[in-house]
């Protein structure tokens, strides 16, 4: 990583360009780029696809209003929203949560005209909302987008997809049944990036795939997870009980409803939270439909402030050889407490070049074997060595060959609109036209599946067994 023409680490520059990007779009903190399978080949147009994509998205707005509503009105919400609201033809009608602020806020962002409510019931019982955002913490995932698919109303559901992998199988069920659009958030799935790299690989540009890497560090309290914690918080303003839901019962506190995340009762830990974006990524890339063992490790080193999740962890995945892709291992790290300033990479290695993906960028190294293996025959003796050149110039004659350049960078383009925007128009376009969903129910299942083998690995210090196919823990305890 210290090689300055490999490194995908962005200057303290470049990352505050990408910050204030994101903010713009409602997005700041989950910065990361990915792509649709929609626009992985090119076509020759003079705008980019993505943007023929969009028109045809607005040709239909008119007539063909999309109507949603948020559940979960925290930072993820309020973003995937406004991001949402920027694709031609939606409209917001409604909103929930269980802090009484956050109805506040979002009357302040959306109108006061605007229905809120606490009970998400409220929300899909609602003639006029045709979709959902479900934004809420990862042990109500399930069974909010339950409900609201059976109610009639498609879901946009925040990664991971579920808690529980269990709860994945009766979703990707629940979605069949009904015939309701439901998309992953994790918006790495729609990203160009993601679409240009899985061309490259399919392409063969870097060989045949041996390993894969993925890191997502962070030096921030933001990014621990340090949420502020408002001045009014109280089982006054928020209706506790509701909230832990199938959690086990507790006294009322701020910490565990602000700073979720950090708790096992209601989140994931950072396998939840970062590693799916990294396996959506790198499943996306390489057709892959998942690992079969996990390993993992790591430790509270820094945020030592009563989270019963790590604030390192390092995990091993292994991929078996499949119709998609042969045999490979992958590594994730991620780090809370990283003095070197943080870092957001993913590198797919093959025998002949590798796929590097950064927040704003892909770069492709190409580094092919040559013809010939080359001699070490100087300990040979002067015939051996003679006979031994004679019969390799034989195997391997000297011909001139061109030499091509050996790194290509691909950045966006000016009028790209950013990755969550690119999945939401793939949301609403699946909703109107009934194309593939770019990431539904079985997809978000094989990249979060693997994930929380990782955390049982963390916690019971022992390899985790993993069926992509049939989506199943091996030998949990």
Same mark, same amino acid.
């Given at each position: 990583?210290?090689?300055?023409?490999r490194s995908?680490?962005p200057?303290?520059?470049e990352?505050?360009?990408?910050r204030q990007?994101?903010?713009?779009?409602?997005?700041?903190?989950?910065?990361?780029?990915?792509a649709?399978a929609?626009?992985a080949?090119?076509?020759k147009s003079p705008?980019?696809?993505?943007?023929d %994509?969009?028109?045809?998205?607005?040709?239909?707005a008119?007539?063909?209003k999309?109507?949603?509503a948020?559940?979960?009105?925290?930072?993820?919400?309020?973003?995937?929203?406004?991001t949402?609201?920027m694709?031609?033809?939606?409209e917001?009608?409604?909103?929930?949560?269980?802090?009484?602020?956050r109805l506040?806020?979002?009357?302040?962002?959306?109108?006061? $005209?605007?229905p809120v409510?606490r009970?998400?019931?409220?929300?899909?019982e609602?003639?006029?909302v045709?979709?959902?955002?479900?934004?809420?913490t990862?042990?109500w995932?399930?069974?909010?987008?339950t409900?609201?698919?059976?109610k009639g109303?498609?879901?946009?559901?925040?990664k991971p997809m579920?808690?529980?992998?269990?709860d994945?199988?009766?979703l990707?069920?629940?979605a069949?049944?009904?015939?309701?659009?439901?998309q992953?958030?994790? $918006?790495?799935?729609?990203?160009? %990036?993601?679409?240009k790299?899985r061309?490259?690989?399919?392409?063969?540009?870097?060989?045949?795939?041996?390993f894969?890497e993925?890191?997502y560090?962070?030096?921030?309290?933001?990014?621990?997870? $340090?949420?502020?914690?408002?001045?009014?918080?109280?089982?006054?303003t928020?209706?506790?009980?509701t909230?832990?839901?199938t959690?086990p019962k507790?006294?009322?506190?701020?910490?565990r409803?602000?700073?979720?995340?950090?708790?096992v009762d209601?989140?994931?830990?950072?396998?939840?939270?970062?590693?799916v974006?990294?396996?959506?990524s790198?499943?996306?890339i390489t057709?892959?439909? *998942?690992p079969t063992?996990?390993?993992?490790t790591?430790?509270?080193?820094?945020?030592?402030? *009563?989270?019963?999740?790590?604030?390192?962890?390092?995990?091993?995945?292994?991929?078996p050889k499949?119709?998609?892709?042969?045999?490979?291992n992958?590594?994730?790290?991620s780090?809370?407490?990283?003095?070197?300033g943080?870092?957001?990479?993913?590198?797919?290695?093959?025998?002949e070049?590798?796929l590097?993906?950064?927040?704003?960028?892909?770069?492709?190294?190409r580094?092919?074997?040559p013809?010939a293996p080359?001699?070490?025959?100087?300990?040979?003796?002067?015939?051996?060595?003679?006979?031994?050149?004679?019969?390799?110039?034989? %195997?391997?004659? $000297?011909?001139?060959e061109?030499?091509?350049?050996?790194?290509f960078?691909?950045?966006?383009p000016k009028?790209?609109?950013?990755?969550?925007?690119?999945?939401?128009?793939n949301f609403?376009?699946s909703?109107?036209?009934?194309?593939?969903?770019?990431e539904d129910?079985?997809?978000g %299942?094989?990249?979060?599946?693997?994930?929380?083998?990782g955390?049982?690995?963390?916690?019971?210090?022992?390899?985790?067994?993993?069926d992509?196919?049939?989506?199943?823990?091996?030998?949990?305890?």
């Amino acid at each position: 990583m210290k090689d300055k023409k490999r490194s995908t680490v962005p200057s303290a520059e470049e990352a505050n360009t990408r910050r204030q990007f994101l903010k713009t779009l409602g997005i700041a903190g989950t910065a990361a780029a990915t792509a649709p399978a929609a626009l992985a080949e090119t076509r020759k147009s003079p705008l980019p696809q993505y943007l023929d %994509l969009i028109r045809s998205h607005s040709s239909t707005a008119a007539n063909d209003k999309i109507r949603i509503a948020l559940v979960g009105t925290g930072g993820m919400g309020i973003g995937d929203t406004q991001t949402a609201l920027m694709v031609d033809g939606v409209e917001m009608v409604a909103a929930c949560d269980l802090y009484d602020g956050r109805l506040r806020r979002a009357k302040e962002l959306w109108g006061d $005209q605007l229905p809120v409510t606490r009970d998400y019931r409220e929300i899909i019982e609602r003639t006029d909302v045709d979709a959902i955002i479900n934004g809420t913490t990862d042990h109500w995932h399930e069974k909010i987008s339950t409900d609201a698919m059976r109610k009639g109303k498609h879901v946009y559901c925040e990664k991971p997809m579920v808690q529980k992998f269990e709860d994945g199988h009766k979703l990707i069920k629940v979605a069949k049944d009904t015939g309701k659009v439901f998309q992953v958030g994790s $918006q790495f799935a729609s990203s160009l %990036l993601i679409a240009k790299a899985r061309e490259l690989m399919k392409a063969g540009d870097i060989g045949e795939l041996v390993f894969a890497e993925a890191i997502y560090d962070r030096h921030s309290a933001m990014g621990a997870w $340090q949420y502020s914690i408002p001045p009014d918080a109280s089982p006054q303003t928020v209706d506790w009980d509701t909230y832990l839901g199938t959690a086990p019962k507790r006294p009322w506190d701020p910490l565990r409803f602000f700073r979720w995340r950090n708790y096992v009762d209601y989140g994931t830990g950072i396998a939840g939270d970062l590693y799916v974006h990294l396996l959506t990524s790198l499943h996306s890339i390489t057709g892959s439909k *998942g690992p079969t063992r996990i390993y993992s490790t790591g430790g509270t080193r820094y945020w030592k402030d *009563g989270r019963d999740v790590p604030d390192i962890q390092l995990s091993i995945y292994d991929y078996p050889k499949t119709a998609e892709h042969p045999e490979f291992n992958l590594t994730t790290r991620s780090n809370f407490v990283d003095g070197g300033g943080g870092n957001y990479l993913v590198r797919i290695v093959g025998t002949e070049g590798d796929l590097s993906l950064g927040f704003d960028s892909l770069t492709v190294h190409r580094n092919k074997f040559p013809k010939a293996p080359g001699m070490s025959i100087d300990n040979f003796p002067k015939d051996q060595k003679e006979l031994f050149i004679a019969e390799y110039n034989k %195997l391997y004659p $000297q011909t001139p060959e061109l030499i091509g350049p050996k790194e290509f960078k691909y950045t966006f383009p000016k009028e790209y609109k950013g990755d969550r925007y690119e999945h939401f128009a793939n949301f609403f376009n699946s909703i109107r036209t009934g194309a593939p969903n770019v990431e539904d129910a079985t997809f978000g %299942l094989r990249a979060c599946g693997p994930t929380q083998c990782g955390n049982m690995s963390y916690y019971q210090k022992k390899v985790v067994g993993w069926d992509p196919i049939n989506m199943k823990i091996l030998n949990a305890t």
